[in-house]
């Protein structure tokens, strides 16, 4: 897929129709649009629409409603995952071509055995299991070192399976070591050059067979498809961004500079949920405040 590098930047902001947005969206769709005014750049929408089992059309019209209400404007046509499958297919069997992925069929049930067990046996060896940044424990890998005729027979035998990530292969493909430019943790606002630890996150999804592509496979697409040179995401997707960073060089696509912003954190001390109506845009909305009370709300102002 030819990429080319726009004259100007461009900024996206990239919500799931799956819920209505919070405060916690606010913040990151206002730094979006913002950013881009003050840059002279462009700023984009996504609608990021592939679980179709949880994406709804009232949310997305939601969105709209929200955002506009906001007073932000965006270009049009609004990117649709859900309408470029094929571009996400073709990135996988870019790897599946470079023998980086493979097929796996455990079941959640049968992964937490696994897992299970692994823990108990690195747990008796004095050891630990490892887990990813968000602390989950990592995929235990069954199939990994499966033959092309076994993992034939396995896509044959008619059981749901994900293409998953043969991460220690595709780190040794990289070759040189990975980093990001990163704007989001300094008040100056300078960027910072960090080193991506993607081997953390072990051998991650890359499509289910309930879903034909995963978060990582399409966002690193999608954002070198509409050429954007600054994703400005919540810090909760920061250490996500190591994984990002090697599909990109897998993939021979351009990296952005990255912003991971702060959350917006709930009365309880967590990041704000779909699910917490009470802190949605809309709840705002009908209890009588204004897009510039929204805005102080998030930004700090007041």
């Not at 129709?17 to 769709?29: E, K, Q, R, V």
């Not at 881009?36 to 462009?42: F, I, L, N």
């Not at 996504?46 to 007073?71: K, Q, S, V, Y």
């Not at 966002?219 to 250490?239: F, K, P, S």
Request: charged share 25%.
């Amino acid at each position: 897929m030819p990429i080319s590098r726009p004259e100007q930047p461009v900024f996206r902001f990239a919500p799931s129709p799956n819920g209505l947005l919070h405060l916690g969206h606010a913040l990151s769709a206002i730094l979006n649009h913002d950013m881009a005014a003050a840059m002279g750049g462009r700023f984009l929408l996504r609608i990021e629409d592939i679980d179709r089992t949880r994406c709804r059309p009232e949310f997305e019209a939601a969105i709209f409603e929200d955002l506009a209400w906001l007073g932000l404007d965006w270009e049009e046509p609004v990117r649709r995952q859900s309408e470029h499958l094929g571009v996400y297919a073709a990135a996988l069997e870019r790897l599946k071509a470079m023998g980086l992925v493979y097929p796996a069929v455990m079941t959640r049930g049968e992964i937490r055995a696994a897992v299970a067990a692994a823990v108990a046996a690195a747990e008796a060896k004095g050891q630990a299991w490892p887990r990813d940044p968000d602390g989950t424990p990592l995929y235990p890998g069954r199939e990994r070192g499966f033959t092309p005729d076994e993992q034939a027979a396995l896509l044959a035998s008619g059981r749901p399976y994900a293409w998953r990530l043969d991460m220690g292969e595709a780190v040794r493909c990289a070759g040189e070591p990975l980093t990001w430019r990163e704007t989001g943790l300094s008040q100056s606002g300078e960027a910072t050059s960090i080193v991506a630890d993607p081997a953390a996150w072990g051998d991650v999804i890359l499509s289910r067979s309930d879903a034909p592509s995963s978060y990582h496979l399409s966002v690193v697409v999608d954002d070198a498809l509409q050429g954007i040179t600054h994703v400005v995401r919540g810090r909760d997707l920061y250490h996500a961004t190591s994984v990002h960073r090697l599909l990109q060089r897998l993939l021979d696509l351009p990296q952005p500079v990255y912003h991971h912003h702060r959350l917006v954190l709930g009365p309880d001390g967590r990041k704000l949920s779909k699910s917490d109506s009470d802190t949605g845009i809309a709840a705002f909305r009908a209890a009588g405040h204004r897009p510039a009370d929204v805005r102080a709300m998030v930004l700090g102002e007041r």
